[in-house]
């Protein structure tokens, strides 16, 4: 028997037609209601992501940086080329883009929170991450520390001053500068100018007890050496197994120069 002496493949196929011809009619309403000028996007809002706040990020500029990469309608604008666009920006840390039916894009922010000025000019994040942005607006509540050190060591430097500072914090002292050199040597400057030469952390040539447990044993010892010094100490030499030693500027930067002679 054929097809078309079939009354039951007849119907199948009728209803199979009938579906592509419904199918291809919703999906041209959908293209001509999905263009119609309604769902132009008409807003661009930018807020702080939850537990955040905006102090240094120029929502303006996010704004208009939106409007002029925005290309489409609300169904066919792409949010993770509006995202990595808004994510270039200055203080923007992190960005969150969606949209808000029928015609609006919302842009959530993460700010970056200025923890230290950089050797190499950029500032520097509380998570140890290198970012642009103007200084003036980073040290709007004081001034803040230089940290540097070789490439990819942000997050150790910032952390060992972060250590370094609540260390010294008992004797109403704080860090303004924390170096680690391309040797490995460390060094940090506290605000009354007294420099702390630390040196490598792990020397096979000698026994040293850690950094902390060292800068630790000079802040007990503070008081005492103040009274004899009748002075701040110039340098405090941490580099010795056991103890420490007070010294001239005029010394180190001796050694400095003959360090960097060295091969």
Wanted: charged share 30%.
């Amino acid at each position: 028997m054929s097809l078309w002496h079939s009354p039951r493949a007849l119907n199948v196929m009728a209803n199979a037609l009938f579906a592509l011809v419904l199918l291809a009619t919703l999906a041209a309403a959908l293209l001509w209601i999905s263009q119609r000028p309604v769902f132009t996007v008409r807003a661009v809002e930018v807020e702080a992501v939850a537990g955040t706040a905006l102090r240094h990020v120029d929502t303006q500029r996010v704004v208009r940086l939106v409007r002029r990469v925005v290309h489409g309608n609300f169904f066919s604008i792409g949010l993770d080329s509006i995202r990595a666009e808004v994510e270039t920006l200055p203080w923007v840390r992190r960005a969150q883009v969606r949209k808000l039916w029928p015609d609006r894009i919302v842009i959530g922010l993460e700010e970056h929170r200025a923890a230290a000025l950089w050797e190499t000019g950029r500032l520097l994040n509380d998570r140890g991450e290198l970012f642009d942005g103007e200084l003036d607006r980073a040290e709007v509540d004081g001034v803040l520390p230089q940290l540097g050190g070789p490439l990819g060591a942000e997050r150790e430097v910032l952390e060992r001053y972060q250590a370094i500072a609540r260390l010294i914090e008992p004797i109403g002292r704080s860090p303004v500068s924390v170096t680690l050199s391309p040797r490995r040597a460390w060094r940090a400057q506290l605000d009354d100018g007294t420099v702390l030469q630390l040196g490598r952390e792990n020397d096979e040539r000698t026994e040293r007890k850690p950094h902390l447990d060292r800068i630790a044993e000079w802040v007990s010892a503070y008081p005492m050496v103040l009274d004899q010094l009748h002075r701040r100490a110039e340098v405090v030499d941490l580099r010795y197994p056991n103890g420490f030693a007070i010294r001239s500027l005029a010394r180190l930067e001796e050694e400095a120069a003959t360090e960097r002679r060295e091969p």
